[in-house]
T-cell receptor, first 116, second 114 residues
Framework: EAGVAQSPRYKIIEKRQSVAFWCNPI?????LYWYQQILGQGPKLLIQ????????DSQLPKDRFSAERLKGVDSTLKIQPAKLEDSAVYLC??????????????FGPGTRLTVL | AQKITQTQPGMFVQEKEAVTLDCTYD???????LFWYKQPSSGEMIFLIY??????QNATEGRYSLNFQKARKSANLVISASQLGDSAMYFC???????????FGAGTRLFVKA
């Protein structure tokens, strides 16, 4: 079974530029998550999708971050314009269904973003 | 408010010995789930083990076991017979029923010495 795919793996941009990340979840997984992990910290949830609807985006900086999940499968996360503090690893995860406490999330390899 | 605390920023263990990584949590929910993930230097988060709040027995998965003490709100990870490949960051996480959001602790970096 294929895991969660993410691209690119690394990205370096100048501040005020825009950037987009792509995620393809495990087949059959209804729930998709985007996390931001700043160096030395645990992952922080940015947005959670159930199929193609948003379940939680309370910690997404909506003035600069946006995300969509087309047809309930692939997802893209965009930052426009980027700030220095956006430098982090962006992790995508998927799970079968978020409606149970035991629903396990499986993570992709992450995208390491550096904003100069 | 829900919270996960991992008080050990770094831990050292000798190869082949057992090690315990601490995790305490705070929640007012009765139904919740506790997870441990491993993050090697490659960056990918790898699921290790899960414990439900109503599970009476401690979870085990191979060399990993979860020492669940509900009254103390602790969910410590025990790794038996440590291997060099166990060197990584380890994160404790909790999912609660209110929105089924998962929160992560700050992590513990484990160093396994040969």
């Amino acid at each position: 079974e294929a895991g969660v795919a993410q691209s690119p793996r690394y990205k370096i941009i100048e501040k005020r530029q825009s950037v987009a990340f792509w995620c393809n979840p495990i087949s059959g997984h209804a729930t998709l998550y985007w996390y931001q992990q700043i160096l030395g910290q645990g992952p922080k949830l940015l947005i959670q999708f159930q199929n193609n609807g948003v379940v939680d985006d309370s910690q997404l900086p909506k003035d600069r971050f946006s995300a969509e999940r087309l047809k309930g499968v692939d997802s893209t996360l965009k930052i426009q314009p980027a700030k220095l503090e956006d430098s982090a690893v962006y992790l995508c995860a998927s799970s079968f269904s978020a409606s149970a406490t035991g629903d396990t999330q499986y993570f992709g390899p992450g995208t390491r973003l550096t904003v100069l | 408010a829900q919270k996960i605390t991992q008080t050990q920023p770094g831990m050292f263990v000798q190869e082949k010995e057992a090690v315990t990584l601490d995790c305490t949590y705070d929640t007012s929910d009765q139904s919740y789930g506790l997870f441990w993930y491993k993050q090697p230097s490659s960056g990918e988060m790898i699921f290790l083990i899960y414990q439900g709040s109503y599970d009476e027995q401690n979870a085990t998965e191979g060399r990993y076991s979860l020492n669940f003490q509900k009254a103390r709100k602790s969910a410590n990870l025990v790794i038996s017979a440590s291997q060099l490949g166990d060197s990584a960051m380890y994160f404790c996480a909790m999912r609660h029923t209110g929105g089924f959001k998962t929160i992560f602790g700050a992590g513990t970096r484990l160093f396994v010495k040969a």
